[in-house]
Every structure is written in structure tokens, then in C-alpha cells.
């Protein structure tokens, strides 16, 4: 597998629609971030190193033998290098995770950045914050930094590193990660991800993301809110009225702040719109959705269009879904905490490579990059790369490319509905309810 198809030189990049890669993730731009990683003319020198690792990731095999199996046949690793993985896994661990984290970050930032303005939703960028959580491999070392949920007894759960992301609407580029234990909420990491925002951006959040203390900070940056309301009552008979379910409401500051805001300076108040539509999905009981924004010009941002960019929120659960599952990031394998967050921005890097062609795949067919099949992109890349291309086939090789992802397109089914189930059993293993070294001592029939 020679990911050194995605990272090329310069001039090899120098093909219409590689416009992305070209100015975020070229060979020029991966040895300088890099080149602090160590200047020892080696065998897994830092740029082998991360386009072995990228290759890695991108398959669906995870493993570091079949990573360097992959690397060894094309070409990558001379076959005088062992076939064994240590010198390899050394080599990942040099890697600086401030340098892989910046060039994932780039390539998400990149990505937002070449999104046209007739694509963004009224010019404006939308970005989505959401919240999640990955497994890490069961050792001491990830225990104490991500312990396991307290619900689960000692010795049978997975320590928990927990997530928020923050992602391009128009994109699908993924910004950044903040990462955090169970000692850390979804809101004070997500607040740490307002470095990626601008002024003029749009956040689309869920029911977390409407206090008063958020919305009116982002708007003193300039960063308007759309966000769901759950806990706050409202009254649409009150404030100036819209239209029916539409309103213009004045919110008082809260009298007890919370500790994160006691230095901050808040307004005494605020006014934010509300409003509200009923959602019927056929197999799903009706729900009453009361949203609040501060886009109060109703000319401007009509009712309509508002629940309509509610519902494109559901982008990021679909975003989650491709980098978690069906790139596999759900349980990482490293064994240390430091090593699980190098995994991390790996992941990020490979997610945003694949958004990069999906976004070149739909300029290309003319259609949104949500109608461009994320798992297909995946395959075809992995297709591509699977022998080494020359500097002069490289054009056509990843013109080639593009045009088969444009032609891969997820199939327009409206009103699809299919229940949350599964229908193939699982094997009837029993679960771990005691720590594993007290089951293989009764299996064995040694006391400790």
C-alpha cells in the first residue's frame, strides 16, 4: 500500500483538483512540521514513517504487520529493513504529537477554508460541535489517564477517552479534537475548540450548546448561535412576535453564574430568538422542536430556512459515524495515553484526506459532498494506492481517481425509514464480570 500517493512532491501535486492536498499535505509540508521528529538519516525516516501510519489507518486491517507487509511490497521500506515491527513502532513513537496533530488540523482548516460561498448556508460558515467518547486498549497506564465508567466493576470495562469535535458543515472537514477523561463535561471541551471560530461563523449545537452564558460570549465574538432549547419555558405570546411560533424574546442574565464564568463580563441582557416546528417521521412518535438563535432578522433568516439547517445538523452524526466506525476509531489500540492521542490525529489526518477527494469528486459531478459515498472514497484510495505510481502517472492516476469517487454517489432515498436492529446473532459468548486474571486462575486452578 504506498500512501505516498497522497503524499507527493510539490510539482507532482501540480493537477487540477489537487488543490487541497497541494497546499496542506504535500511532502514539502509533512517533512517541515515534521522535521523536529529527529534528523538521523534512517530507514523509517518521519515522512516513510506518517505515509506508512496513514496507509494504516485508511485500511481495514489495523495492525502494524500488516502495515509494514503493505509498506515492504511497495517499495517503501528496503528489503534489507527486518520484517519485524519494533523498528517501526519506534519510529511512530518519535513522531512529535504536537507536528501530527498540526497537520491534521491543517488539512481539516484547509478544507474549510476552500469551501466556495455559494455553498455555505447563506454565505456564512456553519460549523457543528458534538460531543463523543472512544475505547482505549485495558492497561494501567490508559486507566489512570481515561479511567473506565464507574458504573462498570474493576478489571471489566475499557477506559474511556472522551471527545468533542468540531466540523465544517459545507466540507464535512473535521477542525480539531479535544480530548478529556470522565472529570471533563462535553461544554468546557468544546469551549476550548472557540480558537477554530470566526467572526461571521454560525454555531449549530443541540440542547447543550443554548446557555445564556455560551450564546452571549459567541456573540460577542461575533459568532452567532442556532441551538436547541430544553430546559428554558417559553411563552410565544410574549416579546415581539414574528409569526406564529416565531419570536423575539428578551433573556435576563442568570443571578448565579456558574464558576467558569465568574471573570466574565456577561450583558445583563439579551435578546434571542425563538422559535418552533412540529417533525412527523412516519415509524416515529412527533416531536416539538423549539430552537434559539441570534439571527433575528426574520427577512434575512426565515423560519423555514432555520429548521431546515437544524435538521442538516444530523451531518455531524453521519461524520462521526464514518471516522468512528467505518474508519475504525471507535477503540484505539495503542497502550499508553500518549500513544493513543499520535493514533488520534492519525485518524483526523486520514478522515480529512478522504473529505479532500470527496470534495474534489463533488465539484467535479456537481452535486453535494454528502451524496459522495465516504466508504467508496475509502475503497477507491486504498485501490489506487495499492502500487506504486510514477511522477509522470500520477496526473492520470488521480484524475482517474476523482472521476470514479464522483461516480460513486450514495443513492437519493427520501423518507427511508428501517429499525434500530439487527438481525444476524451474535456468538453466545459470556461477559467478562470479574477481572481477567481471576478467571484464568480458575480456569488454570491456581490460587494467587
Known amino acids: 500500500?504506498?500512501?505516498?500517493?497522497?503524499?507527493?512532491?510539490?510539482?507532482?501535486?501540480?493537477?487540477?483538483?489537487?488543490?487541497?492536498?497541494?497546499?496542506?499535505?504535500?511532502?514539502?509540508?509533512?517533512?517541515?512540521?515534521?522535521?523536529?521528529?529527529?534528523?538521523?538519516r534512517r530507514i523509517y525516516d518521519p515522512v516513510t514513517t506518517f505515509g506508512i501510519w496513514l496507509g494504516q489507518v485508511l485500511s481495514t486491517d489495523h495492525s502494524c504487520r500488516n502495515a509494514l507487509a503493505h509498506a515492504r511490497s511497495a517499495g517503501l521500506v528496503p528489503a534489507k529493513a527486518s520484517v519485524h515491527t519494533g523498528a517501526y513502532c519506534q519510529a511512530r513513537d518519535r513522531l512529535d504529537e504536537a507536528s501530527l496533530r498540526s497537520i491534521a488540523t491543517g488539512l481539516g482548516k484547509t478544507l474549510s477554508d476552500s469551501e466556495k460561498t455559494e455553498d455555505r448556508w447563506r454565505g456564512r460558515r456553519v460549523v457543528i460541535p458534538d460531543g463523543s467518547s472512544i475505547t482505549l486498549p485495558d492497561t494501567p497506564a490508559n486507566q489512570a489517564a481515561y479511567p473506565q465508567s464507574s458504573q462498570q466493576k474493576p478489571g471489566c470495562g475499557f477506559p474511556l477517552m472522551y471527545l468533542c469535535t468540531l466540523i465544517s458543515l459545507a466540507s464535512g472537514g473535521m477542525l480539531d479534537f479535544e480530548t478529556g477523561s470522565s472529570s471533563d463535561n462535553e461544554l468546557s471541551l468544546w469551549r476550548r475548540l472557540w480558537r477554530w471560530l470566526m467572526q461571521g461563523d454560525i454555531v449549530l449545537g443541540d440542547g447543550k450548546y443554548a446557555s445564556y452564558g455560551d450564546?452571549?460570549?459567541?456573540?460577542?465574538?461575533?459568532?452567532?448561535?442556532?441551538?436547541?432549547?430544553?430546559?428554558?419555558?417559553?411563552?410565544?405570546?410574549?416579546?415581539?412576535?414574528i409569526a406564529l411560533n416565531d419570536h423575539i424574546v428578551q433573556w435576563i442574565r442568570p443571578r448565579k453564574l456558574p464558576v467558569w464564568l465568574k471573570d466574565k463580563a456577561?450583558?445583563?441582557?439579551?435578546?434571542?430568538?425563538?422559535?418552533?416546528?412540529?417533525?412527523?417521521?412516519?415509524?416515529?412518535?412527533?416531536?416539538?422542536?423549539?430552537?434559539?438563535?441570534?439571527?433575528?432578522?426574520?427577512?434575512?433568516?426565515?423560519?423555514?430556512?432555520?429548521?431546515?439547517?437544524?435538521?442538516?445538523?444530523?451531518?455531524?452524526?453521519?461524520?462521526?459515524?464514518?471516522?468512528?466506525?467505518?474508519?475504525?476509531?471507535?477503540?484505539?489500540?495503542?497502550?499508553?495515553?500518549?500513544?493513543?492521542?499520535?493514533?488520534?490525529?492519525?485518524?483526523?489526518?486520514?478522515?480529512?484526506?478522504?473529505?479532500?477527494?470527496?470534495?474534489t469528486a463533488?465539484?467535479?459531478?456537481?452535486?453535494?459532498?454528502?451524496?459522495?459515498?465516504?466508504?467508496?472514497?475509502?475503497?477507491?484510495?486504498?485501490?489506487?494506492?495499492?502500487?506504486?505510481?510514477?511522477?509522470?502517472?500520477?496526473?492520470s492516476a488521480y484524475r482517474k481517481l476523482i472521476r470514479d469517487i464522483a461516480k460513486d454517489g450514495v443513492p437519493y432515498r427520501p423518507f427511508r425509514v428501517e429499525p434500530r436492529a439487527i438481525k444476524r446473532r451474535k456468538?453466545?459468548?459470556?461477559?467478562?464480570?470479574q477481572p481477567r486474571f481471576v478467571l484464568q486462575q480458575k480456569l488454570t486452578g491456581v490460587a494467587s
Not at 456468538?427 to 464480570?433: C, E, G, P, R
Request: net charge positive.
Open 1 to 40: 500500500m504506498d500512501m505516498s500517493f497522497v503524499i507527493r512532491r510539490e510539482r507532482e501535486l501540480a493537477v487540477p483538483g489537487a488543490e487541497v492536498l497541494r497546499r496542506a499535505f504535500s511532502d514539502e509540508q509533512v517533512r517541515t512540521t515534521l522535521q523536529g521528529s529527529g534528523k538521523r
Open 215 to 241: 450564546i452571549a460570549l459567541l456573540r460577542s465574538r461575533g459568532v452567532d448561535t442556532v441551538a436547541r432549547l430544553r430546559a428554558r419555558k417559553t411563552d410565544f405570546g410574549k416579546g415581539t412576535i
Open 266 to 359: 456577561l450583558p445583563e441582557t439579551m435578546l434571542v430568538r425563538e422559535l418552533r416546528f412540529r417533525v412527523e417521521i412516519p415509524g416515529f412518535r412527533p416531536d416539538l422542536v423549539i430552537l434559539a438563535t441570534t439571527l433575528l432578522d426574520a427577512i434575512e433568516y426565515p423560519h423555514a430556512d432555520i429548521a431546515e439547517l437544524f435538521f442538516r445538523r444530523w451531518q455531524v452524526e453521519l461524520r462521526l459515524r464514518d471516522i468512528k466506525t467505518y474508519l475504525g476509531m471507535e477503540a484505539l489500540r495503542t497502550k499508553t495515553p500518549a500513544r493513543a492521542r499520535k493514533e488520534l490525529w492519525m485518524f483526523l489526518a486520514a478522515y480529512n484526506v478522504l473529505h479532500s477527494l470527496m470534495n
Open 362 to 395: 463533488a465539484l467535479k459531478a456537481q452535486t453535494a459532498v454528502t451524496r459522495i459515498s465516504f466508504q467508496g472514497c475509502r475503497q477507491r484510495l486504498l485501490a489506487a494506492a495499492a502500487r506504486n505510481c510514477s511522477a509522470g502517472k500520477f496526473p
Open 427 to 433: 456468538k453466545a459468548y459470556d461477559l467478562i464480570n
